[in-house]
């Protein structure tokens, strides 16, 4: 076998100009790249979660040889994933004399900043949106924005902002359309087929060229970080400062980004971020659509993938357990070795997965739900959007002719020490005519299923009676119950 063509140098392009560093530590953040190094300071450090929006730049990446931009959080997208792609900053947006951009024109005109300090964020979300979408509704402004936040100007005025930014300009001919033909070359160009490896020993970063030379890295060095999103690791390293070397970075594989539609399921690469994934998912199973909106604001949809969701195995992780409750399998591969085992049992215990050495999550094949049965899915958080699971419940019923169940898979996350199967409550319902007197009376179940925790999202009382009210919605929701739904309320001792 012809050894491995390496490269020591990370190559994109910032705004205008081709960058080539060899000089990348495997934590360094785009955004301390950004303000430190380059001195472009437009883009904020607010949160350095994720969660605020200060940072947010575009980057435009090739996807079957079409330029696709997105907006992503600086704070936590690491210097090692911009492998040949675009990174766009706010300062590119002025024009050759200065002028101001549309968005930024309309953002002045209607008051939509204050103190100013939020403000190139939202300006690149909406740059963003804007390019993709020149008309955009209401609905579609709010998604663009749910991960920026404003602290002192108030959110109708950016509003009334994103409404007016085409009668400022055209998108078509906004400077990045126009030389995206020339950037998409570019890009193209630095396609050498060489792996990308920088530093020494524990201080090292290695971006594999394609799909088997990760796993050739791998399996040399099992112990490395893998980064795909960044979404989570990225604060291991700004809130914990975790020690991650050495690093391999997989966002850029086209072989683990991958869709495949068969009969009756849909086969999902690992490298697949929600957004790439939402167009399929929410139109073959729609009860993930609403899910998937509620994950994080756009940037975070924009990085964060299914596969990195698995693979960290996190309790609150909000996609395995209704990936659990539809039967998804997964495949892992370690070497030229695959193996396909039920995605539930891929969860061993808090921290452990079912994950060889060197061995890494492939893809996830998920069943779509028959058109006769019922599934649905919920998520209970203190804040709807942008915020981290309390609990989540995952439902999936087919009932028999006689209209009791025959089979039903129940998952939660935020209950257990990993996601988790609802089995005593499953046991109880299998076979029994599909009632509020047979949910009422499986609810008992519930206790020999969990012992939830108390922690900063919920105590433990409020999940166990959120999770059985959840089933009780289920029930409400599919058996056409009129009137309002019964719950138990919860009271705070």
């Known amino acids: 076998m012809a050894k491995m063509k390496t490269r020591n140098t990370l190559r994109f392009i910032l705004n205008g100009e081709d960058v080539s560093l060899a000089d990348v530590a495997p934590d360094e953040t785009l955004l301390d790249y950004l303000r430190l190094r380059r001195a472009l300071r437009g883009s904020k450090e607010g949160c350095a979660e994720g969660d605020c929006g200060a940072c947010t730049v ?38 050759s004399d ?18 100013g300090f939020c403000t190139p964020g939202f300006v690149m979300s909406l740059y963003g949106l804007w390019m993709q979408n020149p008309q955009p509704s209401d609905a ?8 920026n936040l404003c602290r002192c100007t108030g959110y109708e005025a950016i509003m ?9 300009g055209k998108a078509a001919k906004d400077p990045l359309a126009a030389e995206r033909k020339a950037v998409a070359a570019r890009l193209a160009a630095l396609a050498d087929g060489a792996r990308v490896e920088i530093g020494e020993g524990r201080k090292r970063l290695v971006v594999p060229a394609n799909v088997d030379d990760f796993a050739r890295v ?36 086209d072989e683990l980004r991958a869709i495949t539609e068969e009969k009756g399921a849909v086969t999902i690469g690992a490298g697949v971020t929600y957004t790439e994934a939402f167009a399929t998912l929410s139109k073959k199973i729609p009860a993930l659509g609403p899910l998937i909106d509620r994950l994080g604001g756009e940037q975070v949809r924009n990085m964060g993938t299914i596969g990195g969701n698995i693979a960290n195995g996190s309790p609150i992780g909000d996609t395995p357990p209704p990936l659990i409750a539809l039967g998804a399998e997964l495949t892992l591969r370690r070497g030229k070795k695959r193996r396909t085992i039920p995605l539930e049992s891929f969860f061993v215990a808090y921290g452990k997965q ?9 893809s996830v094949r998920v069943p779509f739900p028959a058109k006769t049965s019922r599934f649905a899915v919920y998520k209970v958080s203190k804040r709807r959007d942008e915020d981290i699971t309390s609990t989540l419940g995952a439902f999936h019923l087919t009932l028999a002719r006689d209209g009791t169940v025959g089979s039903i898979r129940i998952a939660y996350g935020g209950m257990a020490a990993t996601p988790k199967r609802a089995a005593a409550v499953e046991a109880a319902l299998m076979g029994r005519p599909w009632t509020e007197a047979t949910v009422e009376a ?31 919605r289920f029930f409400a929701e599919t058996s056409g119950t009129p009137g309002p739904i019964q719950v138990t309320r919860y009271e705070a001792a």
């Not at 992503?72 to 792609?85: D, P, Y």
């Not at 009334?160 to 400022?168: C, G, I, K, L, W």
């Not at 970080?225 to 594989?253: C, H, N, Q, Y």
């Open 160 to 168: 009334r902002a994103a409404r007016a930014v085409s009668n400022y």
């Open 140 to 147: 579609a402004i709010e998604k663009a924005l749910q991960g």
């Open 442 to 472: 499986a609810i008992a179940a519930f206790d020999k299923d969990f012992t939830p925790l108390t922690d900063m999202r919920a105590s433990a009382d409020y999940r166990a009676l959120a999770s059985k009210n959840l089933l009780r």
């Open 218 to 253: 791998l399996e040399a060095e099992p112990e490395a970080t893998v980064v795909a999103g960044a979404t989570d690791v990225g604060l291991w390293v700004t809130k914990f400062m975790r020690e991650i070397s050495p690093v391999v970075f997989i966002g850029g594989l």
């Open 98 to 115: 200065g002028q101001l951009h549309p968005v930024q024109q309309a953002m002045v005109d209607f008051h939509g900043s204050q103190c």
């Open 354 to 362: 079912d994950r060889r050495p060197g061995e890494f999550v492939e």
């Open 58 to 95: 575009l980057i435009g990446k090739l996807v079957d040889g079409r330029l696709v931009y997105e907006s992503v959080n600086a704070c936590i997208r690491f210097l090692g994933s911009l492998e040949r792609t675009h990174v766009v900053t706010i300062e590119h947006l002025k024009g």
